[in-house]
């Protein structure tokens, strides 16, 4: 018979992030997918130990030599870190239906992500997001990196604890946000004023954050409650949306800029 096409989660901290989520994943999202776990030669009996207190005995352990887990990962960073799942159908991502049962008041700060396309861009944003204490993130279901094992390894396994969404219109989840009593945030380098003068209760507010290089659409941005700009000191007229994405939630977080 043959087999279905697999997954390889890797690298060390999403490994163990993957690992220590699986309690809160839905079967079909968690131990049910593995179909094995790998290790680097060395690797000692306590941290042996420590992998298999998440895995039912069912599950291949097996540790190999840096050469085959090199073949295996196809030459990425694995760092010693291989999880081999069963290929996931637009991983870990829920629809819109799950966004309009799952988002309620009061659970922002709630990301928007309009079309973003890198998959390093969209890894670090997933990252920054969920250190920012950020739980739902919402995608345009087009134009937009799919949440590959690469995406995975660069948001160094925080998007195993977020709930990603994609939708074929963002405009309707912004509806529904407002039907919630949410305030909508851009952040767009033309903004009618300065962020740090900007926000009210982040537990009530969305952000969106835009393409690469075209920004937000005109018509989420004729939807946002605050069009907002990061000022800027240097040459260089705009930021990299991962950086304006931690900017903007330390704001949105933490209030106002000191004087």
């Known amino acids: 018979m043959e087999k279905s096409p697999v997954d390889i989660l890797f690298g060390k901290r999403n490994f163990y992030e993957f ?43 097996t540790t190999s030599t840096t050469r085959e887990m090199d073949r295996i990962a196809g030459d990425k960073n694995h760092q010693g870190y291989i999880i081999i799942r069963t290929k996931q159908k637009a991983f870990q991502s829920l629809n819109f239906e799950n966004f309009k049962s799952n988002v309620n008041e009061g659970m922002g700060p709630i990301l928007i992500l309009d079309r973003i396309q890198d998959p390093g861009n969209l890894g670090n944003i997933l990252r920054t997001a969920e250190c920012m204490g950020v739980q739902h993130v919402l995608l345009s279901d087009r134009d937009t990196s799919p949440i590959t094992p690469v995406v995975e390894k660069v948001s160094a396994g925080a ?101």
């Open 19 to 61: 690992l220590e989520s699986l309690e809160q994943m839905m079967p079909e999202k968690g131990i049910k997918t593995i179909r094995e776990v790998i290790v680097k030669d060395g690797v000692n009996a306590e941290e042996k130990n420590r992998i298999k207190s998440y895995l039912p005995t069912s599950i291949k352990f």
């Open 159 to 259: 998007v195993h604890h977020l709930s990603v969404y994609r939708i074929a219109n963002l405009k309707h989840g912004i509806e529904h946000l407002k039907k919630n009593g949410y305030w909508v945030l851009a952040t767009d380098e033309e903004g009618e004023e300065e962020i740090w003068e900007t926000i009210p209760d982040s537990d009530q507010m969305a952000v969106i954050l835009g393409n690469e290089g075209e920004g937000i659409k005109r018509i989420l941005l004729e939807d946002s409650d605050y069009i907002a700009r990061i000022p800027l000191h240097g040459s260089v007229s705009s930021l990299n949306v991962v950086v304006a994405c931690g900017i903007t939630l330390d704001r949105v977080k933490n209030g106002p800029r000191l004087n």
